[in-house]
């Protein structure tokens, strides 16, 4: 570069720099906000956000405001704070092209998420957000700002309900200034691309579909639930520890082939069932997929896009990680839990058949539930007829989401007799929290 163009170029970008001082200057406030457009929390208050709207922690993380400020103390990766953009769904279509900026000091071991709501933006209907996309702050954080690209979150933005932090993967805390939407970047601002997250599903896309995913269990109750399925004529969707497939004291591998041979349909569920996203690093998240993809097929010869989530935690790493591996993939979790964590042991077993009823008439439609208790074996037939006399078709969770690789749904099998009458609405009012993310209802599963 000869001299003369050396000083153009320097003082081309002095000029710049200049211009963007003087900008700065203009909207300047504790932090260059770059013409904020919205600006959704500075932490006013303990309770509300500058939209007048909730803010909180949930799944104990302990968070502390100061004046301007909230200090986050994550010591598991469910663990979430939410900023709602509204009661109850904000249209955020206006803000597509813009930034998503959160100025912020400390850790950046954590995921952002935007939460969709329901169609019917009804806190009452389950699930509650329907689902939402997620970035790893990471990847996007220089020095004490985030600037993320509106657009990179693959969600129906007209109805956005929160900004989340959630998925910590460190001890370390988080303290957070403000969140707002910023028109523009600061002009030396390098936002990476997006990098896939697959889909994270709580509900069926087929109208009227009802589905089980059923995780992992004890092999001595495999029989019991094959043999119910058998009867009652219902395909189902089993998700697959992988180290249990091997595992050579155990049947699972009969178990498995048993159940895909019958039917249903085989996905994954990680190789040793941790909190993937708690995970320090990004190969040990690998490992859980790469592994149990490996014996699934190695085993069972079968291939799968669906993965459930131990836990059900879902973080922007391991979303990327799986994204990474399988084309366009299925994260899923639940919008009907039948509560075998909470009740399959105690004195009130039939309360699991009394959580599911309650999820079912809120309008969940894909369920969680475990084999690894006789109890929850017992209530398999209650809750297919429940599901029956809701009017709904089961069927494996690939067959509701509409996947062309799925096979054909054998609707013969799905209308035994005729007794289709909507039973009668048992809602319970149990503290299910304002903002509650489904994942929440954690399956204590071992
Ligand atoms: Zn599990």
Redo the contacts with the bound molecule.
Sequence with gaps: MGTSLRTRFLSAAFLLSALHTALAEIDAGPFQDYSSVLVIDTFPTAWQNDLGAWHGAEEGMQAEFGPGYVSLYASQSEQIFHTKVAPTCRDMSEFAGMYLHIAFEGTTQFTISLQQHNEACDQGVSPAPETWDSIEAARYARGNDIYIPIWHFNIDLSRTVAVSFHGFYTQESLRLYKVEITASLPWDFYVPDKLPSGTVVLKCRRPNSFAFGI??GKPKYAREVMDILEEEGVKVTF?A?GNGLVDPFAPFQQVYREMSERGHQIAL?SYS?PRLESLQTKEEIDYQFTENMRVLRETLGLESKYF?P??GVVGARTRQSFAALVDDPYIVNWSVDIEDWLWAESKTPRKQVDAFRRDLNKGGDLAVL?FLNRSTVRYLRDVINLVRQAGKDIMRVDQCMYDPDAPPIEWAWMRPGNGTQRIGHQNSTIGRNMTAVKEKRW?R?L
């Design positions: 995780d992992d998700f520890v569920h069932h459930r131990p836990y475990h399956h599963d």
